[in-house]
């Protein structure tokens, strides 16, 4: 078996049609258009490579979008600041301090203070709650993308067996929440794996869906697979490549290689979640905005 392979460009590019679509109509209707604004903490690689392609995606569908800058040096008492800045500033509808931060900053306190109305990374415990109620308003992006993945992929998950490797407050928990929920694209039976997982492999080799989302490259190996599953890889790792012009290469938590001979389809890293992540990104923006002027 070689599985079909999920092109999560082709998936986020549907997506960034409707948003602009969305937006087109919400710029007719206000006279504005949505807005998010970014908080950038210091110089890490990483978080600056994903700010930019949430400022081109925003760019393309029409969404107005700043971010603000800070080296690492700063304040916690500074970074509240900016933050409530922008919670009493109307022309931001989303709000997304990107992270990680800097060690002597303290996350959980910056996302509390962010005003939910306008967090769409779906961090704040007023949206955490209402997912896992069954209420929700913003997901994070990357368990939504995940769901739209699936659900563009004719996955049928009502009642699947789905089984989430990793638990982090990004993915793992999230994702869980979204699949619990009745309607389409969940109604699953879901179980998460984790560091005290005592047979993770007998686990996996269970699941009809299997998700990694552990952030460790090769924790999914093929002999972990049940034959015809659909295999979506979470995890982006750096890995030192000396026949790469950078000299490193991204990759999966998923063998993708041995997998792919087990699995019936199957997401790549990079192009498969992460495009999905910064489209869904979009739609919350989009979201926050009508909301904002539903009230």
């Known amino acids: ?5 999920i092109d999560g460009k082709v998936v986020a590019s549907r997506v960034h049609a409707e948003v ?42 029409g969404i107005a979008t700043e971010t603000i800058r800070r080296e690492a040096s700063i304040t916690q008492e500074e970074l509240l600041e900016i933050v409530d800045g922008l919670n009493n500033d109307p022309r931001v509808n989303g709000i997304l301090v990107q992270l990680p931060l800097p060690n002597h900053l303290n996350e959980d306190v910056v996302i509390h203070a ?3 109305m306008k967090d769409v990374d779906g961090l704040h415990p007023e949206n955490a709650g209402l997912l896992i109620l069954g209420k929700p308003r913003f997901a994070p992006a990357t368990p939504l993308g995940v769901q739209r993945m699936l659900v563009e992929e004719n996955v049928d998950m009502n009642g699947a067996k789905v089984v989430i490797v990793g638990r982090s407050k990004l993915v793992g928990m999230p994702l869980m929440a979204l ?12 179980t998460v794996c984790h560091t005290g997982t005592k047979d993770m492999a007998a686990e996996t080799r269970r699941a009809d869906v299997l998700i990694a989302a552990a952030g460790f490259p090769g924790t999914v190996t093929s002999d972990m697979v049940k034959p015809g599953a659909v295999v979506i890889d979470v995890g982006v790792s750096r890995v030192e490549d000396s026949t790469r012009k950078r000299g490193y290469r991204l990759t999966g938590d998923v063998d ?11 997401t790549p890293v990079p192009g498969g979640v992460g495009p999905m992540t910064i489209s869904m990104l979009l739609v919350n923006v989009l979201l926050a905005a009508n909301l904002a002027t539903s009230n």
Do not use: W
Not at 34 to 60: N, Q, R, W
Not at 256 to 266: D, Y
């Open 1 to 5: 078996m070689t599985a079909r392979i």
């Open 20 to 61: 602009a679509v969305g937006v087109a109509e919400y710029k007719v209707k206000h006279g504005t258009v949505p807005g998010l604004t970014v908080v950038l903490i210091g110089d890490d690689p990483a978080s600056h490579s994903y700010v930019k392609g949430k400022e081109l995606a925003c760019e393309k569908v």
């Open 114 to 116: 962010i005003d939910p």
């Open 179 to 190: 699949l619990l929920q009745k309607g389409i694209g969940a109604n699953s039976t879901v």
């Open 256 to 266: 993708f290689q041995e997998v792919s001979e087990v699995a019936s389809a199957i």
